[in-house]
């Protein structure tokens, strides 16, 4: 699942769009498809020294939103 909330945190899906379970799985394949999982964990890493506490919530929100659209 962090692969997942990583693609997603590294995504231009934002929290306040409200995006629907089909919109966060498309999000989630295609910041994988661009960056790689890599890639996507650099962005985080990224922005968690760059801007702490907004990617504190934006982690908080992506793993809500993988951990909803992804239940099997």
Known sequence: ???????LFASVL???QRPAE???RAAVVDTLGRLGEH???GEVAGE????PEAAA???IWALDMVSRSYRD
């Open 1 to 7: 699942m962090n692969t997942r909330a990583d693609a």
């Open 39 to 41: 890639g996507c964990a």
């Open 22 to 24: 089909t919109e966060v």
């Open 14 to 16: 934002q929290a306040s």
């Open 57 to 59: 919530h934006r982690m």
């Open 48 to 51: 968690f020294g760059d801007h």
